[in-house]
C-alpha cells in the first residue's frame, strides 16, 4: 500500500506522474524564458538547447545505469568515481601508446583511441563485477561496497594517472591533457551524446519492459527471497544490474573527458553519482526496489537539467555554487507531489505533532535564508514571514481537517 | 478522534460491543464493502465468514483504524467514534490481529510486541527486562515454545502469527479483531489459541473472528456473520444454523461435495529420499531433520503432518535446493542422485515448490497479478526473443480460471486482490510450470472453503495425469481427503507412515506428538 495503483496505468504512453513531470519541464522553460534578464531562450535558442541537450544526455546516460541498479534492489554510490576512472583510463591507455603525440598535441591515431575507449568500457565492466562480487559473496550491504568504491576508485584513478605519467612523460601530473581530433569532434557535436543517451534509452526500456532479464531485475527488486525462491538466479541478476551501472558510469566517464579535454581524475565528476541517483528518483524509482521506469529517469534528468540551467540563467554570477542546493529541493518538491493524492485524500498530514511545529520555523528560515542570498536581504526577510505564515495556516488547515 | 473512553462504560452498560451502520468501502476498480451492518454484542465471539475477497479484512480495518469507510458510521460501546489511525483503534480499547503479518524482521520477539508501546525505567531507559518478562509470559500462556530474545525474522511463519497474537494480547484490550489467527498453526498450536479465546471470553473480552475452517468456526463462534461480494447476507446464531447453510451463504448457491475415494493408479517411483540429515548447529536438538526417509511415486500424493517446528518445510526446502545445503543422505530422482544448488536447478529438473509464507517467500508486490503469475514460465511468453503482453496474458489466463482467482484483470496490483486470491496465483505460477513433481507448503493457507474445493479437485486432476504431489498441511483434515499416504514427522524424525485407509486424525496426533 506505499503507492497508490491507479497512478501505475501508463495513460498514452507515460504515467500520470510522469505526465505532471512534463507539465513540470514545460513550466520550468517558460518561467525562466519569462524571468531570464537576458532573454536568453528568446535571443540564443540553440544555445540554450544545446546547453541542456548536452548535460543531459551526459548525465542522462548513467542514470540509466543507476536506474537498472535502483530497480534490482541496489544502490551505487561510485558512479562519480567510475566516471573519473574511466577518463583516467581511456587517456594513460593512449599516453601509454602513443606518448609522443599525446605530448605533442597532435592525433593519436584510430587503434588508440579505441583501445583507450574499449579499455574504460572494461575497467567498467570490471568495476561492476567487484561490486557484484562483494555484495553477493562477500554479503557486503550494497551501500557499503559502493561507498568503498566511491572513495577507492577515485584515489585509484590519481594513483594511474600519476604513476603513467611519470613513465611516459617527464613529469608526473594528475591530470591528462586530450587534445586528439576525435574527441574534439565528439565534444563540439552535441547529437552524438544525444544520438548515444536516445538509443541507451531505447535499450534500457527495451531490456526493462520487454525481456526476460528486465522483469527478474524487477523481481528481484520488489522480494530478494521469493526470487531465488522462484528460481532466478539473484546472483548473476545483481551482477548485470551493477555491471550496467559501472558501464554506462564509463560511456558518460568517456564523454566528460571529451567534454573537458582533460582527464583529471581528481575532479572529474565528483558528486555526479548523486544527481544520478536523484534523476532516477525524481523520475519515479523507488529505493526499495522494484519500481521505476525508464521513461521517468529520461524525464527526472530533463527536468533537473532545466532547473538547474533555469536557475543559472536567472542568477548569472556564481549559479554553480546552488547546483547541490537546487538538486536537493527538486528531489524533495518531486517526491512529496508524488504523493500528494495522499495528503489531499487526508490520511496524512504535512506538518503533523510537535515536529511539524518544529518543522515551521526550520522551513520558513531555510526559505528566506536561500531567498535573502539570491535575491537580497529584504526580500529573503519577506520570503522568510511569508512562508512562515503560510505553513502556520496549512498546519491549522490541516488540524481541523482531521478533527 | 472523537473518542471518549472514560465514560463509556458508566452510560451505555448494556450497549452493544460494536455497531457498524452502513459502512461502504471502495478501492479503484472495487467495491469491497456495499452497505454493511454489523452489531457485536459484548463478551461474545462473532465470527466473520465469507469468500476470498468477500470484504472481511476490510471491514475489520475499518474496524480498527487501518482504513477510513467512504460511508458510514462506527460506534464502540454505545459512543460513535472515528478513528484516524490505529492508534486511535488501540485507545478505544480495539486489538487487532493481521491476516498479513507486519512484524520487524530485525527486531526481537519482545521488541516486536512492545513496539510503540515500549516499557520505560524510572530513568526514561528501555526497561528491557520487563518487557521480555512479560512477553515471555504472554508467550506462555499460549504455550509457544520461542523465547523473547529470538530474532523475529529467524522465525517461521507459524512461529510469527503466534508473536502477532502475543502483540494483540498485551495490549489489553476489550475488543480483539483476529483475521485468519489459525491459518498458519497447525492443530495444536490452534487448540492452545482456542484454550487463550475461551480465557479472554471468560474474562468479558469481545472477540471478532475471521477464519476460513468451518469446524472452528462451529466450535467457537456464538453468532456469525456471512459476507457476500462486499454485502452483509446474514447474522444468525450459531446454534440455528450449519457449516452447510453457512457455506452455500457464502457462496451464494448449494456446493456439491467432493470426494476423492476413486483412487489413483501408482505410477513410478520419482523420488527416493534416504537417510535425509539436516544438522541445525548451535541448537540442543543439533538437527532439523534426521535420517528421513520415504519414496513418491507418479499420481500420488504424500501427505506430511507434524507440528509447527517439525521440519516439514525444512524437508520440502533441502528437497527443492532452497535450504542449507549442509544435508547429508541421498535424494535420487528419477533413479538418479540429485544434489540442487539452487532452486533453478530443480526449476529444471521439473520440481515446483509452493512456499508457505506467501508474504515474504512468494509475492512479488511490485509486478501486477499476470507478472506474478508468467514469472517462471516467461520462456513461453516471448516472441521474437521479447516478452510480448498479448501472449503474455494468454499464458495466464489458465491458471488464472483453474485457480479461480477473482481479479479485475490480469493486470491488477497483486496487492490489491485478497489474501486468498493473493494464493491462489502462487499455486498458479508453479502450475504453469508443468511440474513432474510438486512440492506444496501449506498452500491453501487463507483459501476459503468453495476454492479449497476446486483446488483439491485439480491437484486430483493433475495427479490423475502423472503429477507426483508432497503436501504438508496445518489441517489434518486436508491431509486426509487428499493423501494416498501420509507421513508424520516429529522433532525432525520420521515418526509414522499410514496409508490412507488407516489413518486416522487421532493416530496422526500421536505420532507427532508422541515421536
Ligand atoms: N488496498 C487495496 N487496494 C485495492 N483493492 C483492495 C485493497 N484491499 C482490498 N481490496 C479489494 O477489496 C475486496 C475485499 O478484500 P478483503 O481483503 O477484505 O477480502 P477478504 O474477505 O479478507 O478475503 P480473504 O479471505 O482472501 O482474506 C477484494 O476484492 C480486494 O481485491
Ligand atoms: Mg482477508
Redo the contacts with the bound molecule.
Keep these: ?1 506505499s503507492h497508490s ?1 491507479s497512478s501505475h496505468k501508463p495513460v498514452f504512453l507515460l504515467r500520470p506522474a510522469e505526465w505532471a513531470l512534463v507539465a513540470a519541464i514545460a513550466i520550468a522553460i517558460a518561467l525562466t524564458a519569462l524571468v531570464d534578464a537576458n532573454h536568453s531562450y528568446w535571443f540564443q535558442p540553440l544555445d540554450s538547447l544545446r546547453d541542456i541537450a548536452r548535460n543531459t544526455a551526459l548525465l542522462g546516460i548513467f542514470a540509466l545505469g543507476a536506474t537498472v541498479v535502483i530497480i534490482a534492489g541496489g544502490i551505487d554510490l561510485s558512479a562519480g568515481s567510475m566516471i573519473a576512472l574511466s577518463g583516467t583510463v581511456c587517456a594513460t591507455t593512449m599516453l601509454a601508446l602513443a606518448p609522443a603525440q599525446m605530448m605533442g598535441f597532435k592525433p593519436v591515431g584510430a587503434v588508440a583511441v579505441a583501445a583507450g575507449c574499449l579499455a574504460s568500457l572494461l575497467v567498467g565492466f570490471l568495476v561492476g563485477t567487484l561490486h557484484a562480487w562483494l555484495i553477493t559473496a562477500v554479503r557486503l550491504p550494497p551501500f557499503i561496497a559502493t561507498l568503498a568504491t566511491l572513495v577507492g576508485l577515485r584515489s585509484f584513478a590519481r594513483a594511474l594517472c600519476e604513476s603513467t605519467t611519470a613513465a611516459f612523460t617527464p613529469t608526473k601530473s594528475a591530470l591528462i591533457n586530450i587534445s586528439d581530433p576525435f574527441f574534439k569532434t565528439v565534444r563540439d557535436n552535441v547529437w552524438i551524446p544525444v544520438a548515444v543517451f536516445g538509443v541507451l534509452a531505447i535499450v534500457t526500456w527495451l531490456l526493462l519492459t520487454r525481456t526476460v532479464l528486465g522483469r527478474h531485475i524487477h523481481a528481484l527488486g520488489g522480494n530478494e527471497q521469493a526470487a531465488r525462491l522462484a528460481g532466478i538466479r539473484t546472483a548473476n541478476v545483481k551482477w548485470f544490474a551493477y555491471c550496467f551501472g559501472a558501464m554506462t558510469a564509463a560511456l558518460a566517464g568517456l564523454f566528460y573527458m571529451a567534454n573537458e579535454s582533460v582527464a583529471a581524475p581528481v575532479n572529474q565528476g565528483r558528486g555526479h553519482e548523486l544527481n544520478a541517483i536523484a534523476a532516477a528518483v525524481v523520475g519515479g524509482c523507488s529505493l526499495a526496489g522494484g519500481v521505476g521506469t525508464v521513461p521517468g529517469t529520461v524525464l527526472g534528468t530533463i527536468f533537473l537539467r532545466v532547473v538547474i540551467d533555469a536557475v543559472s540563467k536567472i542568477i548569472k554570477t556564481g549559479a554553480d555554487v546552488y547546483e547541490g542546493l537546487i538538486v536537493g529541493i527538486v528531489v524533495v518538491i518531486a517526491v512529496t507531489l508524488a504523493q500528494v493524492g495522499q495528503f489531499a485524500k487526508g490520511g496524512r498530514g504535512l506538518l503533523p505533532g510537535a515536529l511539524g511545529l518544529c518543522a515551521i520555523p526550520t522551513l520558513a528560515v531555510l526559505c528566506g535564508a536561500i531567498v535573502s542570498m539570491t535575491a537580497g536581504g529584504r526580500i529573503g526577510i519577506a520570503a522568510g514571514v511569508g512562508a512562515a505564515i503560510f505553513l502556520s495556516l496549512l498546519r491549522t488547515w490541516e488540524s481541523r481537517r482531521s478533527a | 478522534m472523537s473518542v471518549s473512553i472514560g465514560t463509556k462504560a458508566a452510560d451505555h452498560a448494556d450497549a452493544p460491543a460494536v455497531v457498524m451502520r452502513g459502512i461502504t468501502k471502495r ?2 476498480g ?1 467495491v ?1 464493502l456495499a452497505d454493511v451492518t454489523l452489531e457485536v454484542r459484548r463478551g461474545e465471539l462473532h465470527a466473520i465468514c ?10 475489520m480495518k475499518i474496524l480498527s483504524g487501518v482504513y477510513q469507510p467512504d460511508e458510514g458510521t462506527l460506534e464502540i460501546g454505545g459512543v460513535p467514534a472515528r478513528f484516524t489511525g490505529t492508534r486511535d483503534a488501540e485507545k478505544a480499547g480495539i486489538a487487532i490481529i493481521h ?1 498479513e503479518l507486519a512484524l520487524v524482521e530485525d527486531l526481537s520477539v519482545a521488541a516486536n510486541v512492545f513496539l510503540g508501546r515500549e516499557k520505560r525505567t524510572a530513568l526514561g531507559l528501555l526497561d528491557d527486562r520487563s518487557m521480555h518478562d512479560e512477553c515471555g509470559r504472554l508467550l506462555e500462556s499460549l504455550e509457544c515454545p520461542v523465547s523473547p530474545a529470538t530474532r523475529t525474522g529467524g522465525l517461521r511463519v507459524g512461529d510469527q502469527q503466534l508473536v502477532e497474537i502475543a502483540k494483540a494480547l498485551s495490549l489489553d484490550a476489550s475488543i480483539v479483531v483476529m483475521d ?1 489467527p489459525t491459518s498458519a498453526l497447525t492443530e495444536s498450536e490452534s487448540a492452545r489459541l482456542e484454550r487463550t479465546i475461551k480465557r479472554l471470553l471468560a474474562a468479558g473480552t469481545t472477540i471478532l473472528y475471521i477464519s ?1 475452517k468451518m469446524d472452528e468456526v462451529f466450535r467457537l463462534a456464538d453468532r456469525i456473520t456471512v ?1 457476500r461480494d ?1 454485502r452483509h447476507v446474514r447474522t444468525v446464531n450459531r446454534v440455528d444454523t450449519s457449516p452447510r447453510q453457512i457455506t452455500s451463504w457464502m457462496v451464494g448457491r448449494e456446493l456439491a461435495d467432493h470426494e476423492f475415494r476413486q483412487a489413483r493408479t501408482r505410477g513410478p517411483t520419482l523420488l527416493e529420499v534416504r537417510g535425509l540429515t539436516l544438522p541445525w548447529p548451535d541448537h540442543p536438538r543439533g538437527y532439523r531433520l534426521s535420517n528421513v526417509s520415504f519414496d513418491l511415486h507418479a499420481g500420488e500424493i504424500l501427505g506430511v503432518a507434524g507440528l509447527m517446528g517439525a521440519g516439514r518445510t525444512e524437508l520440502l526446502e533441502t528437497i527443492f535446493g532452497a535450504g542449507e545445503p549442509t544435508w547429508t543422505g541421498e535424494i535420487r530422482l528419477d533413479g538418479k542422485p540429485v544434489r540442487f544448488h539452487h532452486p533453478r536447478e530443480a526449476c529444471d529438473a521439473r520440481i515446483a515448490m509452493v512456499t508457505e509464507d506467501r508474504k515474504r517467500l512468494g509475492l512479488f508486490p511490485d509486478l501486477d497479478v499476470a507478472g506474478n503469475v508468467s514469472l517462471c514460465s516467461l520462456s513461453e511468453a516471448l516472441r521474437g526473443g521479447f516478452l510480448s503482453r498479448r501472449r503474455e496474458e494468454d499464458l495466464v489466463a489458465g491458471p488464472i480460471r483453474d485457480t479461480g482467482v ?1 481479479t479485475p484483470g490480469p493486470h491488477a496490483a497483486i ?7 493473493q494464493q491462489k496465483c502462487i499455486i498458479g505460477r508453479w502450475l504453469l510450470t508443468k511440474p513432474a513433481i510438486l512440492l506444496l507448503d501449506d498452500p491453501t493457507r ?1 483459501i ?1 472453503v468453495g476454492a479449497k474445493a476446486e483446488l483439491y479437485a485439480l491437484i486430483d486432476r493433475l495427479c490423475r495425469e502423472g503429477l507426483g504431489v508432497i503436501l504438508t498441511s496445518s489441517e489434518l483434515p486436508e491431509l486426509l481427503t487428499l493423501a494416498d499416504r501420509i507421513i508424520v514427522l516429529a522433532e525432525g524424525r520420521l515418526t509414522a507412515e499410514f496409508a490412507r485407509a488407516e489413518a486416522t486424525e487421532q493416530k496422526i496426533i500421536e505420532a507427532a506428538t508422541g515421536g
Excluded: I, R
Excluded at chain 2, 465469507?50 to 471491514?59: D, P, Q, R, V, Y
Excluded at chain 2, 496487492?415 to 486470491?421: A, E, K, M, R
Design positions: 500500500m495503483h | 478501492f479503484p472495487v469491497a465469507g469468500e476470498n475477497g468477500a470484504g472481511k479484512s476490510t471491514l491476516q485468519e476460513h459476507l462486499g477473482k496487492t490489491g486482490l485478497s489474501g486468498g486470491n487463507g476459503d
